[in-house]
């Protein structure tokens, strides 16, 4: 005769959520994590994030069908008593079924080959106008070529890090390396690290670092409490030096984003060289370092001074369509506080994106982003399909009566500018004392 079935509570499974003592409920079962965290491909956080509670929509958006026989060995023989199914959630499941029962999640399309030739043709011109070439308008639109050549890689490496874009995983690392570190200087494992969050934990002020951009932006005004970011574990400050730039964020958006790349080249160098555990580093290491070698030499070049500088803007200023981008599907959508909930893993995923309207013609310079409601609700989809399941997307928000947001590009530019400048003009009111930034303090005493 079989033992009975041992059940845990929801409160009971709350106090499962921390490290060392990780547990998470799929379709009603609960299993211990707590090990597993250190190996977890999609990096450590997801995990961190959605421990100690139901999980299993977020499980069935990031995993193929495959994944489920390893489940068991995680099993700890607890069964979740309070384990219940919306019907959003039930409508999600079988979309995925059927998606999956078509084949889609496994058909790639030619969307990479003709990426990657696209590629070479803009790395071969770009490279030919500054070496063969005299012309200073050359070299301009040289560097403007150098600009698309990185948005492409990186959707490239975009796609690559939500689904296996290769024949073979060894070919799949390959290319992302190959497109993130060796020719955008992007580590490709901060990119997973980072993304992976950002898909978790959608539009939350303090788990999600794709609204994390203090001081330079804040999107809402609560922000201004000096909350701390769960992701970078630390504080972001709300301090003097931020309410200025955070005042005239709205003038300084564009700008800005031109200049964004800095910033991810930044945080690869910080992450790789951290104590945090990170994989393949030394690929990843030697990946920045082939790319810091060929671009300052290409770079160098140039006859002058005032070209190499114009090449490098043009390059950045281009590139920096991409980050605008990037900020236009999230930034106007819905925001709140706390971690990801597995109950309305639907809910938040469609609260807090914004689609592109845009003709089949131009969905190569988006990228797959402008179906971003389809792409968080299936994140291992390959963009080829997007367009194609984007109506049943549609019917299944219209049915539950959530949102699907949706606007063309000068739309969402407007949208974004106006949430922006709406959080600005609440930075501006100084009837609301903020922490002293003690080094402006310093600056600025007299006597």
Not at 177 to 203: D, F, P, R
Request: glycine share 6%; net charge neutral.
């Amino acid at each position: 005769m079989s033992e009975p079935k041992r059940y845990i509570t929801s409160e009971e499974l709350k106090k499962h959520k921390k490290p060392g003592d990780l547990w998470i409920s799929i379709q009603g079962k609960v299993y211990d994590v707590s090990e597993w965290v250190n190996h977890h491909p999609g990096g450590e956080h997801p995990l961190l994030n959605l421990a100690g509670q139901d999980a299993t929509d977020a499980f069935v958006a990031f995993h193929p069908g495959t994944a489920w026989q390893y489940l068991d060995k995680f099993f700890n023989g607890f069964y979740f008593e309070d384990y219940s199914v919306s019907d959003a959630s039930k409508d999600y499941r079988k979309l995925v079924y059927e998606f999956s029962k078509m084949g889609l999640f496994d058909k790639k399309g030619h969307t990479v080959f003709f990426t990657m030739c696209f590629i070479i043709i803009l790395f071969a011109v770009s490279v030919y106008g500054v070496l063969c070439c005299e012309s200073p308008w050359v070299h301009l639109i040289s560097g403007g070529l150098m600009g698309f050549l990185w948005i492409q890689s990186g959707w490239l490496g975009h796609d690559s890090g939500h689904y296996q874009i290769m024949l073979t995983p060894g070919l799949n690392r390959f290319a992302q390396v190959l497109t993130g570190n060796c020719l955008a200087g992007i580590s490709i494992e901060w990119w997973k690290w980072n993304h992976n969050s950002h898909h978790i934990a959608c539009n939350s002020l303090d788990y999600d670092p794709d609204l994390q951009h203090l001081p330079f932006f804040a999107v809402s005004s609560k922000l201004f409490s000096s909350i701390t970011s769960y992701f970078y574990d630390r504080k972001l400050n709300f301090d003097s030096f931020a309410r200025f730039l955070v005042s005239n964020q709205h003038f300084t958006f564009y700008p800005v984003m031109c200049f964004a790349r800095i910033n991810l080249w930044a945080q690869s160098f910080i992450l790789l060289f951290s104590d945090r555990k990170v994989p393949n580093r030394i690929q990843e290491i030697f990946g920045l370092l082939v790319f810091w070698i060929w671009y300052p030499l290409l770079v160098s070049c140039l006859p002058s001074w005032s070209e190499r500088l114009m090449f490098v803007i043009a390059s950045f200023t281009v590139c920096g369509i991409q980050h605008v981008q990037f900020c236009l599907n999230h930034f106007s959508s819905s925001v709140y506080f706390g971690p990801p909930k597995g109950n309305d893993w639907f809910e938040k995923q469609t609260n807090g994106t914004l689609g592109i309207k845009c003709s089949s013609w131009m969905d190569w310079f988006h990228g797959g982003l402008q179906f971003q409601v389809e792409h968080h609700l299936f994140p291992r989809l390959p963009r080829c399909h997007l367009r194609k399941i984007s109506p049943f997307v549609k019917e299944l928000c219209k049915k539950h009566g959530l949102p699907y947001n949706c606007a063309s590009f000068w739309e969402a530019n407007v949208m974004t500018v106006a949430t922006l400048k709406n959080a600005a003009m609440q930075a501006r009111d100084f009837t609301k004392p903020v922490p002293r930034n003690l080094v402006w303090e310093a600056v600025n005493t007299h006597g």
